[in-house]
């Protein structure tokens, strides 16, 4: 009897320290589910062009700070600065375009689509070259930068024109504001510009000759690395609650309320005061896989890729709401 009593009390003693164990694990567990992860900083690359407005609007109005999140914004003066600090992780997500989520994937380095922007490009002459319509850039310069949405809807808008690429000079100039500034200087006879550098030469003489619109043509996109997706997907759906916040805001206020700000903040061009032609923002949305195959088909009849990526393995839709 007594060896059952104290067998009796043994199981006890294991049984309750089994359940003691338990109740730890289970406290310890609800403790991490109801403690909050630190947010971290998301960085933003910009390029001077329209697409970088709400991006501005929503830092500057608060938008990012009342989603929860903190936004750093890095301007960048070309595609080829931007896309060094890509790659060394020193920004997470940037203004891009199909061409350059092309690029990155082809030489291992995993970046998604993950909405459309609004930007627009379009082809300038100069008011001296004697160019009144896109025929007349036969022959002449053109300025762009080489192997980006630039240099592609230049070829595009040339190829409609039935202009071959033999039939006019491209001269690379990275920078955008130095391929502005080599325009109204005489020193290129047209140049494919982003709005709303492309109003700034347009309000200075400028003939605007043909655009992406014309063309029907959207390129222009958000990319996040999947390292930065991954590791910061919540706060990344915060900057899009910014966004479409920061869209609102352009789609009911009037230019004049926050242009001078967003020239001071994003570096733009002062004349843009009076020569801005901003597009018609949307919220965020996906691009569209129509424009992507066409970009494809672009690179590969140049052979600057060989890869047959598909559009949904590229892009990331999950963090647009």
């Known amino acids: 009897m007594k060896k059952k009593v104290s067998l009796l009390i043994l199981l006890m003693f294991i049984l309750n320290i089994a359940l003691v164990g338990c109740t730890n694990k289970t406290t310890q567990e609800q403790k991490a589910k109801e403690t909050p992860k630190e947010k971290q900083t998301v960085n933003i690359g910009l390029l001077p062009s329209a697409d970088a407005i709400p991006f501005i609007i929503a830092k500057h109005n608060g938008y990012f700070k009342e989603e929860g999140v903190t936004v750093n914004l890095e301007h960048f003066k070309s595609a080829m ?52 319509n896109v025929s007349d850039a036969k022959g002449k310069t053109i300025g762009i930068s080489k192997n980006t949405v630039i240099e592609y809807i230049t070829d595009k808008i040339m190829e409609k024109a039935n202009i071959s690429e033999n ?40 003939i605007l000759l043909s655009s992406s619109e014309d063309l029907g043509i959207y390129p222009g996109i958000m ?47 002062a004349s843009l005061k009076t020569a801005s032609q901003l597009p018609e923002y949307t919220k965020a949305v996906m691009p569209s896989e129509k424009d992507f195959t066409a970009v494809l088909d672009w690179l590969k009849s140049k052979k600057l890729t060989s890869k047959d990526f598909k559009f949904e393995d590229l892009s990331d839709s999950s963090l647009i709401e």
């Open 81 to 132: 600065d931007r896309d060094s600090a890509f790659q060394t992780g020193n920004i997470d997500g940037a203004m891009a375009d199909m061409l350059s989520v092309i690029f990155s994937n082809d030489n291992g380095f995993n970046v998604k689509m993950t909405s459309k922007t609004n930007g627009s490009f379009k082809l300038i002459a100069n008011k001296d070259a004697n160019i009144k």
């Open 167 to 206: 039939e006019y000079e491209k001269v690379a100039v990275p920078k955008m504001p130095t391929r502005l500034e080599m325009l109204h200087n005489n020193k290129l006879a047209t140049a494919t510009l982003p709005e709303p550098l492309a109003s700034d030469a347009i309000n200075k003489g400028g």
């Open 223 to 269: 990319v996040f690395s999947q390292k930065a997706i991954d590791a910061k997907k919540d706060e990344i759906k915060a900057v899009y609650r910014a966004y479409n916040r920061a869209i609102e805001y352009l789609q009911k206020e009037s230019k004049d309320k926050y242009i001078d700000m967003v020239i001071k903040e994003g570096g733009l061009p």
